[in-house]
């Protein structure tokens, strides 16, 4: 990496205005939030004529300078080089989400810190209910309640997997259940990954993947998620979603309606802060993908 990240700039794309002079938990916890609630998990590079490359610099301009989120490994790789500029004991690591359309190796960053002798999982770019908002402590089998459900890490030996137990869904458009876009399985894992650090290069092959290959996910779908602070908003091809965390009532309020290609742009720019330079082709091609 040539360049150098301006940490005063990011923090104001994440509106981030506290001191981070203590690399310690509460401050990585507080921008580590701030980040999933200001960039969002999208792929629309691959669906506007751009693309989605591993190159710092791009990925800095792109998110931090342009108005614009990225996927998991953009969004993870910009956190990463923030942790690292600001003094955090960070490394990278591949992670793996088995689902269509994703490849069979590593199709997932995130990154371990670690503080005080304890190590955490920073994830701020996986989308939709299955985000964390804030890292997750790296112990096997513990209960870690967050907005959107309860995630565990569970200690597999050669692997470790990420799981979350979620509420029960709550459709206010009852029509939609034939999408089978909603999330039904109380709990599920989210992705397993290994301990081992791993350098950028890791990422290549699966980034050339996602963006070319006729079965990927991402040629499949555009995709577009940000969290709220009452839950998530989601774009998927012409298919908008609100939802609404309840955990008191134990359910998650859906209200999902489909929106014009004239209504695109807008959308975009009210609902994600997103202002893309190239037009938009949505794409929500049949593939099972779930919010």
Known sequence: MKG????????????????????????????HKQHVMSLPFENLSVHCGDKITMDLEVIYDKIVRNSRGGCCLENNSLF?????????????????????GCGSTDNHLVNKVVIDGKSYIADVSYGMSFQVREPLELVS??????????FRLIDQGDVWVLE?????????????????????????????FSLTP?????????????????????????????????????LIGWTYSEVTYKPEEGIDVIDIRDISDDEIDQTLKEKFNIKLQNKLQPVNNKTCFTI
């Open 4 to 31: 150098k990240m301006n940490l005063d700039e990011y923090f104001r794309r994440i509106g981030f205005h506290g001191s981070y002079s203590k690399l310690d938990l509460a401050t990585l916890k507080l921008i």
């Open 80 to 100: 990463g080089w923030v942790l690292r500029e600001m003094g955090y004991d960070t490394v990278t690591l591949g992670a793996r989400v088995d689902i269509d």
């Open 141 to 150: 089998g513990k209960d870690q309640p967050q907005a959107a459900g309860i």
């Open 198 to 234: 791993v350098e950028v290069d890791h990422f290549f092959e699966i980034c050339h993947f996602l963006q070319t290959d006729p079965n990927s996910l991402f040629i499949n779908k555009s995709i577009c998620s940000l969290q709220t602070p009452t839950g998530f908003r989601g």
């Open 164 to 192: 979350k137990t979620s509420r029960k869904p709550k459709l206010v458009n009852p029509e939609f259940n034939k999408l089978n876009l909603v999330n039904r399985d109380e709990t599920k894992e989210i992705y397993r």
